[in-house]
Nanobody, 112 residues
Framework: QVQLVESGGGLVQPGGSLRLSCVAS?????MGWYRQAGGKQRELVAS???????NYADSVRGRFTISRDNAKNTVYLQMNSLKPEDTAVYYC?????????WGQGTQVSVSS
């Protein structure tokens, strides 16, 4: 089993920045961030393998950067140039031979 603890959400004005962090209880092959806005399906924001290969949703490419520190079992999501449509609950995800695990979610709100 893998426990995931997220932090870093909050309220920010359009154009602002936030950094999300997720600490895992053990290493994972793939770690990622998903988000779910009200009334919508959960969607992939970005993912990163243990080797550092990254994947981004088209809507965030160029604005968000995912990174990880394997020594700390931590994944980060640096979010710049935030837009109101980025408002959602952001979930950390861990995927490995152990299975698929999720954090509790952290709210990101972008509003003036």
């Amino acid at each position: 089993q893998v426990q995931l603890v997220e932090s870093g959400g909050g309220l920010v004005q359009p154009g602002g920045s936030l950094r999300l962090s997720c600490v895992a209880s053990r290493s994972s092959a793939i770690m990622g961030w998903y988000r779910q806005a009200g009334g919508k399906q959960r969607e992939l924001v970005a993912s990163i393998t243990s080797d550092g290969y990254t994947n981004y949703a088209d809507s965030v490419r160029g604005r968000f950067t995912i990174s990880r520190d394997n020594a700390k079992n931590t994944v980060y999501l640096q979010m710049n140039s935030l837009k109101p449509e980025d408002t959602a609950v952001y979930y950390c995800n861990s995927r490995s031979w152990l299975g698929d695990y999720w954090g509790q979610g952290t709210q990101v709100s972008v509003s003036s």
